[in-house]
């Protein structure tokens, strides 16, 4: 099955600062990528996602790009503000016909620190 | 207007005792999720239907059974409650198991 590594574990910046988080996936026929923000006590936020016929996508202060060759996808965040202060998961998923269709497999998660 | 809505928010009993977890969304969404997250902060997906047909079966012990009414709710139902049970459910729904939302959480402890 399907195993995404998320790096690094924690991160901690200051306010103005950009943040990177990285993912990588195993599974080559992988083909959705999104990333979600949780904050303390409760569920996980849909923040941008990408499909691997596109290798970045960006919204506002937010960019994903994904590698399929490398088979990575990182998160990135300008502009850092304190309330961007979360933890962040990316998941991978298949697509149609395959035994990873609509299962999100995720990465262990980003706890990321917004220093004002 | 709550997308996808659990009860209990809360959930605290003794091992060996039986308990169910609710979920509804109002989204209009066909295919709906279960997922753990543990103390870890490890989310893991437990089970998926689809137009109230089990799709996604992960290994999950079988005192867990997961029930769709109709395709606005999928409902937990575990048995013989185990420490080990304790955790986070999530609930999400998607529209035929594209991006999926998820719900506010039921944070379940067993004593």
């Known amino acids: 099955g399907e195993n995404v590594e998320q790096h690094p574990s924690t991160l901690s910046v200051q306010e103005g600062d950009s943040a990177v988080i990285k993912c990588t996936y195993s599974d080559s026929a992988s083909n959705y990528f999104p990333w979600y923000k949780q904050e303390l006590g409760k569920g996980p936020q849909l923040i941008i996602d990408i499909r691997s016929n596109v290798g970045e996508k960006k919204d506002q202060r937010i960019a994903v790009t994904l590698n399929k060759t490398a088979k990575h996808f990182s998160l990135h965040i300008t502009e850092t503000q304190p309330e961007d202060s979360a933890v962040y998961f990316c998941?991978?998923?298949?697509?149609?016909?395959?035994?990873?269709?609509?299962?999100?497999?995720f990465g262990q998660g980003t706890i990321l620190t917004v220093h004002p | 207007d709550t997308a996808v809505s659990q009860t209990p928010k809360y959930l605290v009993t003794q091992m060996g005792n039986d308990k169910s977890i609710k979920c509804e969304q109002n989204?209009?969404?066909?295919?709906m999720y279960w997922y753990k997250q543990d103390s870890k902060k490890f989310l893991k997906i437990m089970f998926s239907y689809n137009n109230k047909e089990l799709i996604i079966n992960e290994t999950v012990p079988n005192r867990f059974s997961p029930k769709s009414p109709d395709k606005a709710h999928l409902n937990l139902h575990i048995n013989s409650l185990e420490l080990g049970d304790s955790a986070v459910y999530f609930c999400?729904?998607?529209?035929?198991?594209?991006?999926?939302?998820f719900g506010p959480g039921t944070r379940l402890l067993v004593l």
């Open positions: 989204l209009g969404h066909d295919t």
């Open positions: 999400a729904s998607s529209v035929d198991m594209g991006t999926q939302y």
């Open positions: 998941a991978a998923s298949g697509g149609a016909g395959g035994t990873s269709y609509g299962k999100l497999t």
